[in-house]
């Protein structure tokens, strides 16, 4: 993939998203594809990236705007810097308005996405919310802990410090 076909990918991507067009949001996706989200977890395949979007996200927010900048691309991955922004529809933090900045990570086949992946600060969108301490402190222990358990964190600690990848 070009990094123009890949910047056009991340427009479509973010349209849909947007407007909240679940159809055209998984049809950026590999019919297998799987999309790691933060909050609402793991989805693969077009109909559960279908159902994230329209059932997850556009069901606890409104407004959502998200749009993706600097992508760039070696064919086979891309990634982009990201700004998103949502009014909470979640009735315990209906009405407060929240802003994630972020990292995406994408693998591309075929012109589509095969895995997407993000690094955002949840806790600076917890904050926005009102989130109690202790429940942000559990939410962050659980996500540190998820952190150890994949395979690529346990690689990379498991390696000689200063082994070469």
């Known amino acids: 993939m070009t990094s ?3 910047s056009a990918l ?6 849909a998203a ?3 067009d679940a159809k055209a949001f998984a049809a950026c996706f590999t019919s297998d594809g799987v999309y790691h989200d933060y909050i609402y977890g793991d989805h693969a395949g077009r109909p559960e990236i279908e159902r994230m979007l329209s059932e997850l996200f556009h069901r606890d927010a409104s407004d959502y705007r998200w749009e993706m900048f600097d992508p760039v691309c070696n064919g086979s991955i891309g990634y982009a810097w990201s700004l998103s922004a949502f009014i909470s ?3 315990e933090f209906a009405g407060r308005p929240v802003l994630i900045d972020g990292i995406s990570r994408f693998e591309l086949k075929d ?4 895995d997407y992946s ?3 600060n949840g806790g600076v969108a917890m904050v926005q919310l009102g989130v109690n301490a202790q429940r942000i ?3 962050l222990q659980r996500w540190s802990k998820a952190l150890h358990e994949r395979p690529a964190s346990r690689a990379f600690l ?3 410090k200063s082994a070469k990848t």
């Open 89 to 91: 529809k979640v009735p």
């Open 18 to 20: 947007q407007a909240g």
């Open 158 to 160: 498991a390696r000689a």
């Open 111 to 114: 012109g589509l996405i095969s």
């Open 10 to 15: 991340l427009q479509r991507l973010m349209a």
């Open 4 to 6: 123009g076909e890949f």
């Open 137 to 139: 402190e559990k939410v």
């Open 118 to 120: 993000e690094s955002v």
